[in-house]
């Protein structure tokens, strides 16, 4: 048995390690359609001491560590581009303190979305967090560490990484670092007033460090929920409408989309628009205010809205949505990778139309739409396409499609979000120079062996 | 492995509904449970298996490990996200055991089962006599032309907490009335195990064999003691020319002991573990609840996972005869033993005698003898006749 083998099982315990070529098959790749490369190993800690003792073995060694949790980015961020440890979270996911008053809970990165939420359902059903699209194994570590956004982020402050009201990590160095108010006071409630360190390891993938623990806010959870569908043919029109629904102040969760599939969705923009109340009262007054927002375009028919089978109202109110997994399966194949870029509300109707363009040259089927966050300042603007994992030439028809889908988003003034290595290419090089610079200079100082995830936000030689 | 299983396993997605229960409580896969590696989720499965279809991973003793840890509960079929393939997930993994089992290619505790059960036709390698031994002195009488069998399989017939279990059972279904019968050294194995361990030629052996007993003495309804004779009866047997009526105990009890056994009041709060080969692969969740509610003073209280979300005892897909997963703290058993105990109940009622056996080992290991009884459904019932 290889020495540093050993030395990692003497960590984390031999049944959390492996080398086996089952594990460094799975790990090196995802669901995706980047390219696999696996690791050496897969380890699974089970505390911060156990993190830091890892990446200290790893210094000495020089051999890199890739922080992974649920194992759904879907572009390659947690694939070890150079081989070495990945390290795998799921073992950290307990939840450390729930602070009702303050808003807060805190827990280990590796606790998954769906856990927490049933935990709060339980234990604290007066609040709740804001859950990301993604199947509920998602963990708050991976999803507040790329930026991730949820069903309160239009109501309730942005993305998830705005969230965040403190971390734990574990620096390239081994170093352990508390950040926010936990860094002063034994309590997680704010990253103010003291210098914003956070941001350091939020949307850096993985490569200045590992997250370890978590503070994240909370809010309130009212009783009752539910969700009017909104529908128009012209997409010129989405923008006017998303900014008259934001403007009510009315609705938790905004989030417009467009589907070739099923086939009476054709040719229709769709807005979901969720409203949570503490009373029937309180829903009939929000439902209204946001129907009278959008009027005019009922009373010039320009659009309406669609009436929903409750069985179809109790899927849309779950949070996250089962169906949306389902998408995997549109081409018989079991995959589906997404552009989801972050860009300008009223980049909408350009971004429609780019994205029908692909798909028509690529000849390839989609789904496209955009959430809204922060009460309208931005959209995550998604481009999803399905593929088929047994047929390799539509697999590489739609990585093309994504890197062009990358490059259209970037012309119109997006970004585009946890974004697989070529695409953080297409980042970089519009980068201010200064920027960079400052990135790579705080990574060398976080990372002076350069172990954390390399390979990600570099800039090719 | 069959064409229509090869032509699907790639279409998993790998997205991870399938390691939680539908309330997402916690872990509810067993086997991802334990060892924590995506590989041994059902979805890491599916894309082992297709890799190894596809000659990128070699057969080797991980993989046997890994594919031989399912224990076929059906959590993944119930949980996941995609409808035109869910159903056939455990399907898969079965036919996967059984190419490696062709391949003679298993670990050794299932080479060990499947060679007890081909010479002995049982997993204690106990003589065939020895299978009437729980019934001494209850006064069940032989099957001849009663209206109902019943039939205790392996465990109910050798293992100690099985056996105690049978008696249990065919106490209740003697005083309740039934006319019932019994086939004692005459039972032959109800093969729902060797299939789901991928034996499909001594399974359908087995079940074929137990067919013609059970034709040659005119039985046409049966009453079983385990979830999984259960299935293999209701579910495998028609296929093979077997077609009886067939009841798990607790579905005919529910019905009727209410009005045909006297019973005292006990005062007990009592919580109950779904068998998957009665719940989640027959969907039967309400006999058992009706027979303990039956009782008066028994206060039913529910676990975080139950019913269709209940978390498999680890002894399914015959992890109960290989012990693949194992003990320790993260053991599907003892994670379920302490779930109990969360529930503040006195009694964890069971009604499969593999349940049974892996949560009494699971309260001893965890220590909580003195907190929290094992007790089989018809045993709390008989407890209130005292």
């Not at chain 1, 300042?377 to 390799?392: C, G, I, L, T």
């Not at chain 2, 050294?185 to 013609?212: C, F, P, W, Y």
């Not at chain 2, 079983?224 to 579910?235: D, E, F, R």
């Not at chain 2, 009727?256 to 019973?263: A, H, L, Q, S, Y």
Request: net charge negative; aromatic share 8%.
């Amino acid at each position: 048995m290889d020495r540093i083998y050993e030395k990692l099982a003497a960590i984390v315990g031999k049944e959390f390690i492996s080398n086996a070529p089952e594990e460094r098959y799975l790990y090196a790749r995802d669901q995706g359609v980047q390219q696999a490369s696996a690791p050496d190993y897969v380890v699974m800690p089970d505390s911060t001491e156990e993190v830091r003792q890892i990446v200290l073995l790893a210094n000495e060694e020089r051999i890199p560590v890739v922080p992974m949790g649920g194992a759904l980015v879907l572009s390659g961020l947690t694939i070890p581009l150079r081989g070495g440890i990945v390290l795998d979270m799921k073992r950290m996911n307990r939840i450390l303190e729930v602070n009702e008053a303050s808003h807060y809970v805190v827990v280990e990165a590796g606790a998954s979305h769906g856990m927490l939420q049933a935990y709060l359902k339980k234990h604290h059903p007066a609040v709740k967090h804001s859950v990301p699209d993604a199947p509920p194994v998602a963990t708050v570590g991976g999803n507040m560490a790329i930026h991730g956004s949820g069903h309160l982020s239009q109501s309730e402050g942005g993305f998830h990484s705005e969230m965040v009201t403190g971390l734990e990590v574990v620096l390239g160095t081994g170093e352990v670092l508390k950040l926010g108010s936990c860094s002063t006071v034994p309590k997680w409630f704010s990253r103010a007033p003291l210098p914003d360190l956070a941001g350091l390891f939020l949307g850096w993938n993985g490569t200045t460090g590992v997250i370890t623990k978590i503070g994240m806010k909370l809010f309130p959870s009212p009783k009752l929920k539910d969700v009017m569908m909104f529908m128009t043919e012209d997409i010129d029109s989405v923008t006017d409408i998303l900014f008259r629904v934001i403007g009510t102040e009315m609705a938790e969760d905004i989030a417009f989309f467009v589907s070739p599939m099923p086939a009476y969705f054709d040719g229709f923009q769709l807005l979901m628009v969720s409203v949570v109340a503490n009373s029937e009262k309180e829903m009939r007054m929000r439902k209204e205010l946001i129907r009278d927002s959008v009027q005019s375009y009922l009373d010039d028919k320009e659009a309406g809205f669609l009436p929903l089978p409750p069985h179809m109202k109790v899927k849309l109110v779950e949070a996250p949505q089962k169906n949306l997994s389902e998408f995997a399966d549109v081409m018989k194949g079991g995959g589906f990778e997404y552009v989801g870029a972050i860009m300008p509300v009223e980049a909408i109707p350009e971004a429609y139309r780019a994205g029908l363009k692909i798909t028509e040259k690529y000849n390839i089927t989609y789904s496209m739409g955009a959430r809204v966050v922060g009460r309208g300042h931005s959209v995550m603007f998604y481009y999803a396409y399905p593929f088929n994992r047994a047929d390799k030439e539509n697999m590489g028809t739609v990585a093309k499609a994504l890197e062009e889908t990358n490059e259209a988003a970037l012309e119109m003034g997006g970004i585009p979000w946890k974004t697989e290595v070529s695409g953080q290419q297409l980042i970089l090089e519009r980068m201010e120079p200064g920027t960079y610079h400052l990135m790579t200079q705080i990574r060398k100082l976080l990372d002076p062996n350069g172990i954390m995830n390399p390979g990600n936000w570099e800039v090719r030689s | 492995m069959k064409q229509e299983y090869a032509d699907i396993v790639h279409r998993c997605f790998r997205c991870g509904w399938c390691k939680l229960p539908t309330n997402y409580v916690d872990f509810n896969c067993p086997a991802y449970l334990k060892y924590r590696f995506e590989t041994f989720a059902s979805g890491g499965r599916m894309w082992l298996i297709r890799a190894w279809l596809d000659g990128d991973i070699e057969t080797s003793e991980r993989l046997g490990q890994i594919l031989f840890s399912c224990v076929t509960c059906k959590n993944c079929v119930e949980a996941c996200a995609l409808p035109k393939i869910k159903d056939s997930l455990v399907d898969i993994f079965i036919a996967a055991r059984e190419d490696l089992v062709e391949k003679g290619a298993v670990p050794p505790a299932v080479r060990d089962y499947l060679k007890a059960m081909s010479i002995s036709g049982n997993p204690y390698k106990k003589p065939r006599d020895e299978r009437s031994d729980w019934a001494k002195g209850l006064d069940l009488p032989e099957f001849t032309d009663q209206e109902y069998l019943f039939y205790v399989g392996d465990v109910g017939s050798y293992d100690e907490l099985g056996m105690k279990m049978a008696r249990e059972v065919g106490k209740l279904l003697r005083d309740t009335g039934l006319s019932i019968g019994i086939l004692g050294s005459a039972e032959v194995s109800d093969g729902n195990d060797v299939k789901t361990l991928g034996e499909a030629g001594l399974a359908s052996h087995l079940m074929q064999e137990n067919i013609r007993v059970l034709r040659e003495r005119g039985v046409r309804k049966i009453i079983t003691l385990s979830p999984h004779g259960y299935n293999a009866m209701k579910n495998d047997y028609p296929s093979l020319g077997g077609r009886f009526e067939v009841y798990h105990y607790t579905q005919v009890l529910g019905l009727m002991v209410n009005d045909r056994v006297p019973k005292g009041t006990l005062d007990v709060k009592v919580t109950f573990h779904d068998p998957c080969y009665l719940g989640r692969w027959n969907r039967e969740y309400w006999g058992p609840r009706f027979l303990l509610g039956s009782v008066p003073g028994v206060r039913l209280v529910e676990m975080d996972r139950n019913m269709q979300n209940a978390l498999c005892c680890g002894g399914g897909g015959g992890n109960f005869y290989t012990d693949i997963l194992g003990t320790g703290a993260d053991s599907a058993s003892q994670v379920r033993a302490r779930e109990a105990l969360d529930t503040g109940a006195d009694i964890l009622a069971v009604a499969c005698p593999i349940c049974h056996k892996m949560l009494d080992d699971a309260v001893k290991a965890e220590g909580l003898e003195g907190a929290i009884r094992v007790m089989d459904v018809a045993g709390v019932v008989n407890l209130s006749r005292g």
